[in-house]
């Protein structure tokens, strides 16, 4: 399987108030290889960044996930709010998609 994004950026900030730790990443999807279908490369690119930022995690870990843009900082964060990891599933973070791709005129997915 080849590579089909590049973590640009990771940090990891204390909440001692929730005795807790959140880790963010930025990430850039990279472009499709030649004579591929784009649209399952972005769907495939997805899935394997959901498996790549979720593998650390428990079960029982509280997760939230954002999708800004570092460009056009004008755009509004849009997200899912925090929630155990184990009630995350895949079609609420297909749902994410489709918000930003509705709302967001200016979304690249080739941004970061």
């Known amino acids: 399987m080849s590579q089909r994004f590049t973590v640009d950026g990771e940090s990891t900030r ?20 030649p004579d591929s279908d784009p649209i399952m490369h972005f769907l495939d690119s997805m899935s394997d960044l959901f498996e790549c930022s979720l593998r650390n995690s ?14 056009n900082v004008q755009d509004k964060p849009i ?11 895949a079609d609420v973070i297909w ?3 489709e918000m930003v791709a509705q709302s967001n005129t200016s979304f690249n997915a080739m941004g970061r």
């Open 95 to 97: 749902s994410l998609f």
């Open 58 to 71: 428990d079960g029982s870990d509280m997760v939230c996930v954002t999708i800004s843009n570092e460009v």
């Open 14 to 33: 204390r909440y001692s108030r929730f005795n807790a730790t959140g880790t963010q990443l930025t990430v850039r999807l990279l472009p499709p290889p």
């Open 79 to 89: 997200g899912i709010s925090f929630r155990r990891r184990d009630r995350l599933s």
